[in-house]
């Protein structure tokens, strides 16, 4: 069976320090893959996807990055974290069958102070 | 440009109480339309509707959407404590980007 894997759970960072979030699925090939994040008490904001090795898609322009360096791996970064970069950043992948369409992985809570 | 609206944003109801929430969209070549329920950290799948009209039912929970309209709603009928989470709604465009697009969600307090 497939599964994800996140972390680190939690994460505090001071303002103007590097991020580097790790996320890789197992039991799957060539997955699409996925980073949200999630405000406090709010929705999900797609910020990166992925539909392969080195193919990186942006929604929103700011000041993360993503890189896919192997098939089933999806790292989201930055170099210098602002303090509105925390949030709730969850990682997840498409299955194209059956109707769970997005499996999640259990997400990091990063607080830039 | 897609967005997805839900309504209310937030909802303070007392326990055995019965709740709608609402979710419209505008999106771009419809593929599905998909209800989450969000506790502490990642979402669990509740419902996926692709066609208008046909309710979806699991246990005290139900969803419907219509397709003309461009909305859906999840009711919730006498409500838990348990209930209380944040539900989101998201759209899925066709396309082979498999990506959705949320709501902001709305915020349900069952009290006691």
């Known amino acids: 069976s497939q599964t994800i894997h996140q972390w680190p759970a939690t994460l505090v960072q001071p303002v103007g320090s590097p991020l580097s979030l790790e996320c890789t699925v197992e039991?799957?090939?060539?997955?699409?893959l996925y980073w949200y994040r999630q405000a406090a008490g709010r929705g999900l904001q797609l910020l990166f996807y992925?539909?392969?090795?080195?193919?990186i898609s942006s929604e929103v322009p700011q000041n993360l990055s993503a890189s896919r360096p192997q098939d089933r791996q999806f790292i989201l970064s930055s170099k210098k974290l602002l303090l509105s970069d925390s949030g709730f950043y969850l990682c997840?992948?498409?299955?194209?069958?059956?109707?769970?369409?997005?499996?999640f992985g259990s997400g990091t809570q990063l607080s830039v102070l | 440009e897609d967005k997805v609206v839900q309504s209310p944003l937030s909802l303070v109801v007392h326990e055995g109480d019965t709740v709608t929430l609402n979710c419209s969209y505008e999106v771009t070549n419809f593929r599905s339309l998909l209800w989450y329920k969000q506790e502490k950290k990642a979402p669990t799948f509740l419902f996926m509707l692709t066609s208008s009209g046909i309710e979806k039912k699991s246990g005290r929970l139900s969803s419907i959407l219509d397709k003309k309209e461009l909305f859906s709603i999840l009711n919730i009928t006498a409500t838990q404590t348990g209930d209380s989470a944040i539900y989101l709604c998201a759209v899925e465009a066709s396309g082979n980007t498999g990506k959705l697009i949320f709501g902001q969600g709305t915020t349900l307090q069952v009290k006691p």
């Open positions: 992925s539909v392969g090795i080195g193919q």
């Open positions: 039991g799957t090939s060539n997955p699409n």
């Open positions: 997840a992948w498409t299955s194209w069958t059956g109707d769970e369409k997005l499996f």
